[in-house]
């Protein structure tokens, strides 16, 4: 069976410094799976390299088997993915931003489900006011809804949760859990155990504290090199052994 996300043997560097070197996993259909490890460890441009925003060095990264020099257009549309809140554009309000990219994706009645998940958040009485004058938990809500528009089958998410409040956080969750349910595979970076303790199903795991140079790739089966350290997400004593290893390691 094909994997809904193959990254194999990646590469990634910023000018002479190195920032991720070998990295391979692959992902399923309806997982939802954490990329966990410190500030500045390299998740964000791992990321960012997954969706096409950075370019690699080496490697290959398909979405159900397709890559972007395959199909660049369709690669897009295959995925959603949560920029940064900063980035979102201070002039239209919340609703036309949704509205504006629903057209662009082309997909029936792809922002349906938006308006419904904007109440849930909280973000609905904010969506007819120009994005500027979002605060940046407002405005990471609507860059949350954004990804979601469309019902990609991958979504990719940086951080999603810093800077929501317990009730929109709880919500989301519940959201994304309902979508993995129904085929979609959720990569989420993150540093909190807590979330990979109690939400996710799998967890890519870099904890060597070295920010720009990762010599332990971030690994999963097919692509298995060795020492790989597996534990399952469901298993409270696999859980408590994470917090005292400091191996790059996959929870699986």
Same mark, same amino acid.
């Given at each position: 069976m094909t994997p809904r996300l193959e990254v194999h043997e990646l590469a990634l560097g910023y000018g002479p410094h190195t920032v991720l070197r070998g990295v391979s996993f692959c992902l399923r259909a309806g997982q939802v799976v954490g990329l966990i490890g410190p500030n500045g460890s390299g998740k964000s441009g791992l990321l960012r390299a997954i969706v096409g925003l950075t370019p690699i060095s080496h490697g290959r990264i398909a979405i159900d088997g397709m890559t972007l020099a395959d199909d660049p257009v369709e690669f897009r549309r295959r995925f959603g993915y949560a920029v940064a809140p900063e980035v979102l554009p201070d002039r239209l309000t919340g609703r036309q931003c949704i509205e504006l990219l629903g057209n662009l994706r082309e997909d029936g009645d792809p922002v349906g489900s938006s308006f419904l998940l904007a109440a849930a958040l909280g973000l609905s009485p904010w969506l007819n006011r120009a994005v500027g004058c979002y605060s940046l938990g407002t405005r990471q809500k609507l860059a949350i809804i954004l990804a979601l528009v469309g019902d990609p089958r991958l %979504?990719?998410? !940086? *951080?999603?949760?810093? #800077? =929501? !409040? @317990? =009730?929109?956080?709880?919500? %989301?969750?519940? *959201? =994304? /859990? /309902?979508?993995? *349910? +129904? #085929?979609v595979t959720v990569l989420l970076a993150t540093h909190g155990l807590e979330v990979a303790e109690r939400f996710l199903d799998r967890a890519l795991l870099q904890l060597d504290g070295r920010s720009k140079s990762i010599g332990t @790739? %971030?690994? +999963? @089966? @097919?692509?298995v090199p060795t020492p790989t350290v597996a534990w399952n997400m469901r298993s409270s004593n696999d859980c408590k052994r994470v917090r005292g290893d400091r191996r790059t390691a996959l929870y699986t």
């Open positions: %979504l990719v998410l !940086d *951080e999603i949760l810093n #800077g =929501l !409040d @317990p =009730l929109a956080a709880y919500a %989301l969750k519940q *959201e =994304l /859990r /309902r979508r993995a *349910e +129904s #085929g @790739p %971030l690994t +999963s @089966p @097919p692509f």
